[in-house]
């Protein structure tokens, strides 16, 4: 058994919550330029240059790279043979998140009741996934996640009967309707199965792979390039304004799943695929 | 080439103003973003006195992050416009020329920038660091207890934005379609 004092969560958490929101990750900045070479628009040439250009002033000047920091969205994956000693980690993450946020000039954005909506101005609480791993590290994930992309995600439940064409035009669908809205270029995560519940958040952890990176079922890493290469055809573009660039990535994972149901869920995500993992 | 105008100048070439237009402003922006929206509205529909003039005002849909001590502002990129479609035919009949934020419009946005001679901006979200650098001052100048909600004042030199619905009823986004 580890020990981890909870106080090593709280400061984790906090730089983290910080340095996602500074740094724009290598691989998204490398998809970026890719699409720039790819791009005949001038318009979304031009876009994707301000875009790279804000990537270089938010890490010299360490402020936001998009003023919607996001909710934040943790990962947490605890190795079973871990103790955390102190707060409960649900406290420990949520200091992290309320130091991270207001000592990091990051914009607070939650309401505590969704009818009456003040704001807590600390950005707490925060949305917690715990896994339980095998070993005894502890591994924080933290995705910003900005409110327009959450307004431009879906789910559905499908019958059984239906199957991968369904899927493909749901989620034409949701980038045709909602797409501009979340920023384009987009990162596209897609959950496939589980259940209502656990569709959802199937779709956020593919968000947070890597660009570049396939599933690893290899009729997975084959429908994501088909699916990719549809979006793009839409020639959505940049912000909506036209190009070959509407998705740089598009991630699929998939879950075991009822025998009535088909549950699919689409996690749009804009081109600040803000993240930043470490293991303590 | 985008064209250099002052807020002056931009309200007053609105009629001349096309879809797919690149501009860089240089004046005064206020902010709004839901909260303030419905405030202002409330304020208009019971006769209220407004906390800033409204006549030719230009509104950024925007609430901008923290300054670092020394910045002129916090970053201050556009949110999804849609959201305040409900209010903007209302605030247009009320003297608001232009409106700046990201995403289409409705239907009934076209027709109110048809009807009160507006237009409606696009500028590039997720770039709100760089956004950031093209105002040199900023200040709250109304409803401060909406945190980042408020109504902030912006002076801004060589905002970059394109036209999105001019005051005929053209859209970017249909020239882009019809590519």
């Given at each position: 058994m580890r020990i981890i004092p909870a106080a090593k969560i709280t400061e984790t958490v906090a730089r983290l919550c910080q340095q996602a929101n500074y740094f724009l990750p290598r691989d998204v900045q490398e998809a970026?330029?890719?699409?720039?070479?790819?791009?005949?628009?001038?318009?979304?040439?031009?876009?994707?240059t301000q875009i790279s250009d804000n990537a270089r002033v938010a890490r010299e000047r360490s402020i936001?790279?998009?003023?919607?920091?996001?909710?934040a969205e943790i990962f947490v994956n605890?190795?079973?043979d871990v103790h955390i000693e102190g707060d409960v980690l649900a406290d420990a993450v949520n200091k992290g998140v309320a130091l991270g946020y207001t000592h990091g000039y990051l914009r607070t954005s939650i309401v505590a009741d969704p009818l009456e909506r003040v704001n807590t101005n600390d950005n707490t609480p925060a949305q917690i996934t715990v896994t339980m791993v095998p070993g005894?590290?502890?591994?924080?994930?933290?995705?910003?996640?900005?409110g327009g992309t959450e307004n431009a995600s879906a789910l559905r439940m499908f019958p059984p009967s239906a199957g991968w064409p369904n899927i493909v035009e749901f989620v034409l669908e949701t980038v045709r309707e909602k797409g501009i809205n979340s920023c384009p270029p987009l990162i596209v995560g897609v959950g496939i199965g589980g259940s209502?519940?656990?569709?959802?958040?199937?779709?956020?952890?593919?968000?947070?792979?890597?660009?570049?990176?396939?599933?690893?079922?290899?009729?997975?890493?084959?429908?994501?390039?088909?699916?990719?290469d549809a979006i793009n055809a839409l020639q959505i573009g940049p912000m909506g304004l036209g190009g070959r660039t509407t998705a740089l990535a598009v991630h699929i994972e998939h879950a075991p799943c009822h025998i009535a149901c088909l549950p699919v869920a689409v996690a749009m995500h804009c081109h600040v695929m803000r993240r930043m993992t470490e293991t303590i | 080439m985008p064209?250099?105008?002052?807020?002056?100048?931009?309200?007053?070439?609105?009629?001349?103003?096309?879809?797919?237009?690149?501009?860089?402003?240089?004046?005064?922006?206020?902010?709004?973003?839901?909260?303030?929206?419905?405030?202002?509205?409330?304020?208009?529909?019971?006769?209220?006195?407004?906390?800033?003039?409204?006549?030719?005002?230009?509104?950024?849909?925007?609430?901008p992050a923290p300054a670092r001590p020394g910045d002129a502002v916090g970053p201050c990129g556009p949110t999804t416009s849609a959201r305040m479609d409900p209010f903007t035919p209302l605030l247009l009949s009320q003297g608001v020329r232009a409106t700046i934020g990201k995403g289409k419009r409705s239907a009934s946005v076209t027709d109110a920038c048809r009807t009160h001679q507006a237009v409606y901006c696009v500028v590039t979200g997720g770039v709100a660091a760089l956004l950031s650098r093209k105002v040199k001052h900023s200040e709250i100048v109304a409803f401060a207890d909406l945190g980042p909600e408020a109504i902030w004042r912006l002076d801004v030199v060589d905002f970059p934005v394109t036209v999105a619905l001019d005051s005929q009823g053209n859209s970017v986004f249909d020239l882009v379609t019809k590519q």
């Open positions: 970026l330029s890719k699409a720039f070479q790819k791009e005949e628009s001038p318009r979304a040439r031009g876009i994707l936001a790279l998009c003023q919607d920091t996001g909710i605890i190795g079973q005894d590290r502890l591994e924080i994930t933290v995705l910003p996640k900005g209502f519940t656990s569709v959802a958040k199937v779709a956020k952890t593919a968000l947070v792979r890597e660009i570049g990176s396939v599933a690893s079922d290899a009729a997975y890493a084959t429908r994501e390039r088909e699916l990719l | 064209r250099s105008l002052t807020i002056a100048e931009f309200i007053e070439q609105i009629p001349a103003l096309r879809a797919g237009d690149d501009l860089l402003l240089t004046g005064t922006l206020f902010t709004a973003r839901d909260a303030a929206h419905k405030r202002l509205a409330q304020l208009i529909n019971d006769k209220q006195p407004l906390p800033l003039p409204l006549a030719n005002a230009v509104v950024y849909y925007c609430g």
